[in-house]
């Protein structure tokens, strides 16, 4: 019988060998504290880890770092840097600083749940909740929710939306450091609302994406000298074809994205590629890098 049962065993995992090579995210998310090593965003925003992660201090004079419990409040040190230096930009335009939510994990990597990205160190959700003060208990922190900016319909800026949110999304956006920042769809348009071609550089920089309602999503390039960190392409110029983005690329979203068009009697849409989420990512999926900084001290 036990012979049987081993051979049983064996059996299944010649048949199934995928499924023994360990899970990416788990193994990251297993990783309190972050790598002892050079800092260094590795790979891609949404295929990658980051070693040499520094954390974003609870509390500073002008931010705190929400849902402590998720640990997620480490970056790059140049992160680090860009929200020191813009959330003691948006206290320019009335705000007492910033609400930070996820960055990466200590090691970056893909994650159990939520994100895609967030991997490398360089991703930051700010919230769109204008914080009422800076000294909020890690308990209050678990439990306040930020505000959605867009109305029901998911067609326009509702009510929580201000000029502050404006300013501030174009400060962030006038940061070199800044490869990109993702906003709801709504946000884009209202901003378009006043462009002038003055306004191009940074503004192409500001990219409609579905969510992004309670936070806007900040993506910073490529560390100058982290040369394991790939750039994203295509570039924003690209995706906006040198403009500011304001065009029919920008108004899908609230039309055909909404309410697509119904297929024709008989006609069915190819099936889409099935692709992996990165929550399913096995060590193998990232690059070569990943695994001394999983090993690393
Ligand atoms: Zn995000």
Request: aromatic share 6%; glycine share 8%; with cysteine.
């Amino acid at each position: 019988m036990a012979r049987i049962l081993t051979g049983l065993i064996l059996g299944l995992a010649l048949a199934a060998p995928a499924a023994a090579e360990p899970n990416a995210s788990a193994l990251f998310g297993a990783k309190a504290r972050p790598s002892a090593q050079q800092p260094a965003a590795i790979g891609s925003y949404a295929r990658g880890c980051a070693a040499g992660l520094v954390e974003l201090p609870e509390t500073g004079p002008t931010w705190q770092a929400m849902r402590l419990s998720r640990n997620r409040n480490w970056g790059h040190p140049e992160t680090i840097a860009f929200i020191r230096r813009f959330s003691a930009e948006a206290t320019r335009y009335g705000w007492p600083g910033l609400y930070i939510g996820d960055i990466s994990q200590p090691r970056g990597g893909p994650m159990t749940s939520g994100h895609s990205s967030h991997q490398i160190g360089l991703d930051i959700d700010i919230w769109m909740l204008p914080p009422r003060r800076l000294n909020l208990s890690r308990a209050e922190r678990e439990k306040i929710s930020s505000i959605s900016v867009r109305s029901q319909d998911q067609r326009r800026v509702n009510g929580n939306y201000t000029r502050a949110h404006a300013a501030i999304l174009r400060a962030a956006a006038m940061d070199p450091a800044v490869d990109r920042i993702f906003v709801t769809p709504p946000v884009k348009i209202e901003l378009c609302k006043t462009a002038t071609r003055a306004d191009t550089p940074w503004l192409q920089k500001i990219r409609p994406l579905y969510g992004h309602d309670t936070h806007f999503h900040v993506r910073l390039k490529c560390p100058a000298g982290d040369r394991h960190c790939e750039t994203q392409r295509p570039t924003v110029a690209d995706l906006s074809r040198g403009g500011n983005g304001c065009d029919e690329t920008l108004t899908w979203w609230v039309t055909e994205y909404l309410d697509p068009p119904k297929a024709r009697p008989g006609t069915k849409p190819p099936p889409a590629p099935k692709e992996r989420h990165p929550r399913e990512f096995t060590m193998a999926d990232l690059p070569a890098q990943c695994r001394s900084v999983l090993a690393a001290d």
